[in-house]
T-cell receptor, first 117, second 110 residues
């Protein structure tokens, strides 16, 4: 149980276009989801906290107009990278806190490898 | 957010126990200690978490110091599939967000 499904697993896009990444909680309701990015050989960096039905909270230094987050339902959060550029190429990972399941803690999606050419 | 300190890397031999240390001297009374691991090109995977008492599950054991300023993740018999980056993270406060440090890269030799 407590599975987070993330799609797509990889995407290649042209510079200047937008890309949407979806994160779904399959068997639980996620009122809060988190979005991370990870560059090669580095740790995960928290980008934003996504709350169902309200605006996301962005970490310092993360451009909210570039990384649009929508959390319209208890099972779906999306991250849209707008006007992507090569420096946005990274591994993006979503996560949800599994409340009511003390043995699970937080569960993560499998990640999306974004390459901007 | 309270900070954790881990060795950058460790090595182990297959089928031997592995003890991965983590220091968290600024931990607060309500902070949970979480351990996650990440295999290459995958999202992190939950390993174990605890508050004060030692914890055991099918994957590992978590030994928490009496003063809670350090903890140790114990893999009882390392396998090649345990080669990963292991992150020790503290959670607490209103947002309960996970802030990742640099973690420990565990190499397992056959």
């Amino acid at each position: 149980g407590a599975v987070v499904s993330q799609h797509p697993s990889w995407v290649i896009c042209k510079s200047g276009t937008s890309v949407k990444i979806e994160c779904r909680s399959l068997d639980f309701q996620a009122t809060t989801m988190f979005w991370y990015r990870q560059f090669p050989k580095q740790s995960l960096m928290l980008m934003a906290t996504s709350n169902e039905g309200s605006k996301a909270t962005y970490e310092q230094g993360v451009e909210k107009d570039k990384f649009l987050i929508n959390h319209a339902s208890l099972t779906l959060s999306t991250l849209t990278v707008t006007s992507a550029h090569p420096e946005d190429s990274s591994f993006y990972i979503c996560s949800a806190r599994v409340t009511g399941h003390p043995n699970y803690g937080y569960t993560f999606g499998s990640g999306t490898r974004l390459t901007v050419v | 957010d309270a900070k954790t300190t881990q060795p950058n890397s460790m090595e182990s031999n297959e089928e031997e126990p592995v003890h991965l240390p983590c220091n968290h001297s600024t931990i607060s009374g309500t902070d949970y200690i979480h351990w996650y691991r990440q295999l290459p090109s995958q999202g992190p995977e939950y390993v174990i978490h605890g508050l004060t008492s030692n914890v055991n599950n099918r994957m590992a054991s978590l030994a928490i110091a009496e003063d809670r300023k350090s903890s140790t993740l114990i893999l009882h018999r390392a396998t090649l599939r345990d080669a990963a980056v292991y992150y020790c993270i503290l959670t607490g406060g209103a947002t309960n967000k996970l802030i990742f440090g640099t973690g420990t890269l565990l190499a397992v030799q056959p």
